[in-house]
T-cell receptor, first 117, second 112 residues
Framework: DTAVSQTPKYLVTQMGNDKSIKCEQNLGHDTMYWYKQDSKKFLKIMFS?????LIINETVPNRFSPKSPDKAHLNLHINSLELGDSAVYFC?????????WGTGELFFGEGSRLTVL | QQQVKQSPQSLIVQKGGISIINCAYE??????FPWYQQFPGKGPALLIAIRPDVSEKKEGRFTISFNKSAKQFSLHIMDSQPGDSATYFCAASRQGAQKLVFGQGTRLTINP
């Protein structure tokens, strides 16, 4: 049973289009995240939701809009896609106080590779 | 502003050798330092972590060494195996803050 699942795994689209990525976690965690991994493998947090409430919103263009319908789901909608949006987007979840060191280990999905042409 | 700096970018080690990856951080408020391992096509997964109240943490062949005064920590992989070939990320955060800051990553290749 996949703990954090993202769909789609691959997304190829034209500049200017709008696209969405969906994420679901079955770990019972209260916090979910979106991370962006660029072509150089650099991982950067974009958003974090705790119990459906936005708690972290890094300096991300407002073309990116996360939505959390419930604490098990976090979706990412991107408007007016640009070439620079091409990256792998990772969803992750955590529960503070849980995990091997009680610090809220991050569990990542397998990523959604977005290619903007 | 890069709060966690990781080196080297890439590393090639012979099977059975020791792999060493280094990280330095700036924010003295950081008090949790995990290492994540990422295989191609997969998401990162927690490998090992340390808090600044100890100078070393060992789990099997993986050891974190921590130097609080120098604001540096490193990952040592003993008896490196081809299956260890992956990208490794160091990270840091403050307790209670649900935001991990990642280093730039190190692509490790273990030659058989």
């Amino acid at each position: 049973d996949t703990a954090v699942s993202q769909t789609p795994k691959y997304l190829v689209t034209q500049m200017g289009n709008d696209k969405s990525i969906k994420c679901e976690q079955n770990l019972g965690h209260d916090t979910m995240y979106w991370y962006k991994q660029d072509s150089k493998k650099f991982l950067k947090i974009m958003f974090s939701y705790n119990n459906k409430e936005l708690i972290i919103n890094e300096t991300v263009p407002n073309r990116f809009s996360p939505k959390s319908p419930d604490k098990a789901h976090l979706n990412l909608h991107i408007n007016s896609l640009e070439l620079g949006d091409s990256a792998v987007y990772f969803c992750a979840s955590s529960q503070y106080g849980s995990g091997r060191w009680g610090t809220g280990e991050l569990f990542f999905g397998e990523g959604s590779r977005l290619t903007v042409l | 502003q890069q709060q966690v700096k990781q080196s080297p970018q890439s590393l090639i080690v012979q099977k059975g050798g020791i792999s060493i990856i280094n990280c330095a951080y700036e924010n003295t408020a950081f008090d949790y330092f995990p290492w994540y391992q990422q295989f191609p096509g997969k998401g990162p997964a927690l490998l090992i972590a340390i808090r600044p109240d100890v100078s070393e943490k060992k789990e099997g062949r993986f050891t974190i060494s921590f130097n609080k005064s120098a604001k540096q920590f490193s990952l040592h992989i003993m008896d490196s195996q081809p299956g260890d070939s992956a990208t490794y990320f160091c990270a840091a955060s403050r307790q209670g803050a649900q935001k991990l800051v990642f280093g730039q990553g190190t692509r490790l290749t273990i030659n058989p």
